[in-house]
């Protein structure tokens, strides 16, 4: 199981292998409910787990990209992904003041 761990999720993250997997895998499976469902219900259970299995494959890459660590092994350790995102925020809010030019008249939201 270790193994598996290391080959999915490593520091956080899907791996790029994991997010390969997940998008292809649900887009195929869309476009295969599409052309080749026979009955409604094989349509709606097609549909859905490949627009779960594709969302997934986003949001992952969208994660990866932003340099965030939404999955943990540990599902009590929700606290490293906060951490996560704060520090990003911080980043982020430092080099807007360091950019911006400090004006008095722009309203403070």
Known sequence: MKYLNNKFIKDGQFTGVSI???????????????????????????????????????????????????????????RKAKASYRNKERAEDSAKETSEPNDDTKPKY
Do not use: E, M, R
């Open 20 to 78: 390969w997997i997940c998008g292809i895998g649900g887009a195929s499976l869309l476009l295969g409910t599409i052309l080749y469902a026979s009955s409604l219900w094989i349509a709606v259970v097609g549909l859905s787990l490949g627009g779960i299995l594709l969302g997934l494959g986003t949001y992952a890459s969208k994660a990866q990209t932003l340099g965030l660590h939404p999955f943990t092994n540990d599902p009590l350790n929700w």
